[in-house]
C-alpha cells in the first residue's frame, strides 16, 4: 500500500514529555523483544531499515515515530520482556507504555505484535488489560508464521482469536509472516481502515 510506503523517521522520545502535541493520529506497534515487531513494520513500509533490526532483544529502547504525512504516524513502542536490562530501566519502560496506551488522546488503534510460536504470554496480556479499557481497537499480528506448518499456524490462528474473544473485545488476529510476505495485504487493509476512520473522525470534529 502507497500510504505505508511514504513512512518516514519524524522524531525519538525516550520520556512522554518528549512526544509531539497529541494533534494528530498514532497508530503504535507493541510487541515483546524479538518477536518480529521491527520487520513487520519495514514489510507494511516496504523498506528494509525504516525501524531498526536488532539481533539483540531489548535494544530499541525509544518511541519512535515516523510520519506518513497528513499529521498521522506509525508509532514504533519500546519491545518489552528483555531480560539483560538494569531493573530502573524496566521500571521505566512500564511506566512510559502503561501510560502511553492508556491515556495518549492521538492513539487510534494497537497493533500488537506476537511471536506466533509463543502467543499471549503473561506481557502481552499486560499490554492488553493497560489498552482494552481505552475502548480503542488492537489488531494482532502473530508473526514468524512461517516457522509453523499450515495446520500449526491455522490451530494456533483459531485458539488465539477463541481467547481474545473470550477476554478482551474490540481485538481482531491475523498471521503474519515478514519474511514470506504472508498476511501483508489483510494487515495494510486493517491499518488503512484505521487510518481512513481517524481521517473521517477528524473531519467530523473539526465540522463540528
Known amino acids: 500500500m502507497a500510504l505505508f510506503q511514504e513512512a518516514q523517521f519524524f522524531i525519538s522520545a525516550d520520556k512522554l514529555t518528549d512526544l509531539p502535541p497529541p494533534s494528530g493520529i498514532e497508530i503504535a506497534f507493541a510487541g515483546r523483544s524479538n518477536s518480529g515487531k521491527s520487520s513487520a513494520i519495514n514489510t507494511l513500509?516496504?523498506?528494509?531499515?525504516?525501524?531498526?533490526?536488532?539481533?539483540?532483544?531489548?535494544?530499541?529502547?525509544?518511541?519512535?515515530?515516523?510520519?506518513?504525512?497528513?499529521?498521522?504516524?506509525?508509532v514504533d513502542l519500546p519491545g518489552y520482556g528483555?531480560?539483560?536490562?538494569?531493573?530502573?530501566?524496566?521500571v521505566h519502560w512500564q511506566s512510559v507504555l502503561s501510560r502511553y496506551l492508556m491515556e495518549r488522546e492521538s492513539l487510534y488503534g494497537l497493533v500488537l505484535i506476537m511471536?506466533?510460536?509463543?502467543?499471549?504470554?503473561?506481557?502481552?496480556h499486560q499490554m492488553l488489560n493497560w489498552f482494552i479499557p481505552t475502548c480503542k481497537p488492537v489488531h494482532v499480528l502473530l508473526t514468524k508464521a512461517d516457522k509453523l506448518s499450515k495446520q500449526q499456524a491455522t490451530t494456533t490462528l483459531r485458539a488465539v482469536r477463541a481467547e481474545l474473544e473470550r477476554t478482551?473485545?474490540?481485538?481482531?488476529?491475523?498471521?503474519?509472516?515478514?519474511?514470506?510476505?504472508?498476511?501483508?495485504?489483510?494487515?495494510?487493509?486493517?491499518?488503512?481502515?484505521?487510518?481512513?476512520?481517524?481521517?473521517?473522525d477528524a473531519g467530523a470534529v473539526v465540522a463540528h
Open 115 to 124: 511471536d506466533a510460536r509463543h502467543p499471549l504470554t503473561p506481557l502481552d
Open 168 to 200: 478482551y473485545p474490540n481485538c481482531t488476529v491475523q498471521l503474519f509472516s515478514s519474511l514470506k510476505r504472508t498476511g501483508l495485504d489483510e494487515a495494510e487493509a486493517m491499518i488503512g481502515k484505521w487510518l481512513s476512520a481517524s481521517q473521517e
Open 45 to 74: 513500509a516496504n523498506r528494509n531499515r525504516l525501524a531498526f533490526v536488532s539481533k539483540t532483544p531489548g535494544r530499541t529502547q525509544l518511541i519512535n515515530f515516523f510520519s506518513l504525512g497528513n499529521d498521522r504516524f506509525l
Open 82 to 90: 528483555y531480560a539483560k536490562v538494569p531493573e530502573a530501566m524496566r
